[in-house]
């Protein structure tokens, strides 16, 4: 663990808990071990900061499960006291990896699975805690957060039943719509880039690039990723193109139009540097027709970054653009489940957020601002300095 010392001036408004479902059990304990060393050395430097009791645990952790029954139903249980304490749920709904028995068949979980297990728990909370609130990196229903014609809105939905059963504040990377906090304007909702962790990743596996307009150019992959690509091309003082997908709308393949092409809108590419960013890689049929198409137009080296790699059609695409040379290396994130086989690519640049999110919870736990750790800005311009000065990142 290294000697991280974050000094934080107030007191917390309670004693923290952390619940880390099974989905997020390995984030949740590589957060535990953050919060206990920072607190650890809180103490040494100032014993004032033990005045409030359990300041400095051995672990912050909450034991806490969801057991099913033969039939494949649940329920919740928290098996130690959570009153009065300042709880945080970990979960991550993408998480497939995990699963149950259904009348004597291997079920793996679902996003509804895991979203009614952090319901469970709450529910098992039984409204003792002082404060509840929800990390869940990757928005439960994220991608169906508007309506066309008679559909139903189920990201919104979600938001206004966490709320009602008395969760306060909801945390959760880069939302595919952040608009979406508009179903619960009387609550905290944050979303939160992870810009500064692609920029550090790509710094540091890469040491020929060049940081300006003359060599890097930003691209959104559609219209949607637009606003991402146009706040790390202004941090960064390089250009911005987007590529929008013309669709054919008379169909609809796996409950979506299916892209026709992919028009380029933007100034030359060519001996450029290109950063792909996007919120998510589903099957990652889009990021690799821009990245072809990005190769065919000259441009010299093509990354991808999104927070969230969900790779739901494997990785073959992926390998052949890599052996073709048309991509040259994918940053992800570790806030949702990376499969063995992903982590063993050559291509795979791991953008680690566990000292990110353990940011987050001991300042709020602490009632302390979180502008700066939502504004990376000023971390991203000195990651950049340190590169541009050849000092190890």
């Not at 071990?33 to 300041?55: C, F, M």
């Not at 404060?131 to 189920?154: A, C, G």
Request: charged share 25%; net charge negative; glycine share 6%.
């Amino acid at each position: 663990m290294p000697n991280d010392f974050i000094h934080l001036d107030s007191m917390p408004v309670s004693p923290l808990g952390i619940i880390a479902l099974e989905s997020s059990k390995g984030l949740g304990a590589r957060v535990d071990d953050y919060i206990t060393s920072w607190r650890k050395q809180r103490v040494e430097n100032d014993p004032h900061a033990a005045a409030l009791p359990g300041y400095e645990h051995e672990t912050y952790l909450v034991n806490a499960k969801t057991p099913r029954f033969g039939s494949g139903e649940a329920k919740g249980i928290i098996s130690e006291t959570v009153r009065g304490k300042d709880l945080y749920f970990l979960v991550d709904v993408t998480n497939y990896n995990i699963t149950y028995s259904v009348s004597g068949h291997e079920n793996h979980m679902s996003p509804d699975d895991h979203y009614q297990d952090l319901k469970r728990l709450i529910a098992a909370a039984g409204g003792k805690a002082r404060r509840i609130t929800v990390i869940m990196p990757f928005l439960y229903e994220s991608r169906q957060h508007k309506r066309t014609s008679r559909e139903s809105l189920d990201c919104a939905l979600a938001l206004q039943e966490l709320t009602s059963m008395g969760v306060d504040n909801i945390i959760t990377f880069d939302a595919h719509d952040p608009r979406v906090q508009n179903a619960i304007p009387l609550h905290g909702f944050e979303t939160v880039p992870a810009s500064y962790q692609f920029m550090k990743g790509l710094l540091r596996r890469e040491k020929d690039l060049k940081i300006d307009a003359d060599h890097l150019m930003i691209i959104s992959p559609d219209e949607g990723a637009t606003s991402r690509a146009v706040y790390l091309a202004s941090i960064l003082g390089v250009d911005m193109g987007m590529f929008y997908k013309r669709r054919d709308y008379t169909q609809i393949v796996n409950g979506r139009n299916p892209i026709v092409a992919h028009e380029f809108l933007g100034s030359s590419v060519e001996g450029k540097d290109v950063l792909i960013i996007d919120d998510m890689i589903s099957s990652g049929e889009s990021v690799l027709d821009v990245a072809k198409e990005l190769k065919r137009r000259k441009a010299r080296k093509v990354f991808a970054a999104a927070t969230f790699g969900l790779f739901t059609n494997g990785f073959d695409k992926f390998d052949e653009a890599y052996n073709e040379g048309y991509l040259n290396g994918v940053l992800t994130t570790n806030l949702i489940y990376q499969t063995p086989e992903l982590l063993t690519k050559p291509y795979y640049i791991n953008c680690d957020m566990a000292k990110y999110v353990s940011l987050i919870i001991d300042t709020l736990n602490h009632d302390n601002s979180m502008s700066d750790l939502l504004d990376p800005v000023a971390r991203i311009h000195n990651v950049v300095k340190k590169y541009n000065n050849g000092e190890v990142i």
